[in-house]
């Protein structure tokens, strides 16, 4: 049982490069998330995906777009990387949100990401 | 949206004093407060949580207790060893589809 699965772990892009980060979780996990990492700060939601053919944005979408492309995966795409999207992405799942809700997140490993 | 604040950003302590970081949050809705531990290049880990209806919860050198009408919540640990030190988050949980917000992270460091 892998939990949540990211890839690629580590990835320098240039400014205007684009880019998919993938998620997958083999859990049955209906709501599924991506959170951005800055240095010095907790996480911030990007986009979340409270079940699978919805996703709605968090707090910082800005320059971010997503993809639920099946229950098991959730993309993060940048279509023209900038400097300030430099940090670490989490990718994360729940079994999902009302009754649904078993009080538990599951985080992937992390994808670390530098645009120089 | 929910906002979280927590205190302090650093904390040093001896080993085996006690440590406690505070959060506080805005959304009254929220109903799940979860704390994380995480270790440099490491992923959040859970450590403890605790429900709206209940006050307290202790897992071992670990506690938290929440206030929901202050809207605070707080994480105690005792005895604290070396391997304790790394940055902790607090959490809150609202909306429908369960998002977490949360604090800025306290970076506690155990001095041997």
């Known amino acids: 049982n892998a939990g949540v699965t990211q890839t690629p772990k580590f990835q320098v892009l240039k400014t205007g490069q684009s880019m998919t980060l993938q998620c997958a979780q083999d859990?049955?996990?209906?709501?599924m998330y991506w959170y951005r990492q800055d240095p010095g700060m907790g996480l911030r939601l990007i986009y979340y995906s409270a079940s699978e053919g919805t996703t709605d944005k968090g707090e910082v979408p800005n320059g971010y777009n997503v993809s639920r492309l099946n229950k098991r995966e959730f993309s993060l795409r940048l279509e023209s990387a900038a400097p300030s999207q430099t940090s670490v992405y989490f990718c994360?799942?729940?079994?999902?949100?009302?009754?649904?809700?078993?009080?538990?997140?599951?985080f992937g490993s992390g994808t670390r990401l530098t645009v120089v | 949206g929910e906002n979280v604040e927590q205190h302090p950003s650093t904390l040093s302590v001896q080993e085996g004093d006690s440590a406690v970081i505070k959060c506080t949050y805005s959304?009254?809705?929220?109903?799940?407060f979860p704390w994380y531990k995480q270790e440099l290049g490491k992923r959040p880990q859970l450590i403890i949580d605790?429900?709206?209806?209940?006050g307290e919860k202790k897992d071992q050198r670990i506690a938290v207790t929440l206030n929901k009408t202050a809207k605070h919540f707080s994480l105690h640990i005792t005895e604290t060893q070396p391997e304790d030190s790394a940055v902790y988050f607090c959490a809150a949980i609202v909306g429908s589809a369960r998002q977490l917000t949360f604090g800025s992270g306290t970076q506690l460091t155990v001095l041997p």
């Open positions: 859990m049955n996990h209906n709501s």
């Open positions: 994360a799942s729940t079994t999902g949100g009302g009754r649904l809700f078993n009080y538990g997140y599951t």
């Open positions: 959304d009254s809705a929220s109903n799940y």
């Open positions: 605790i429900r709206s209806n209940v």
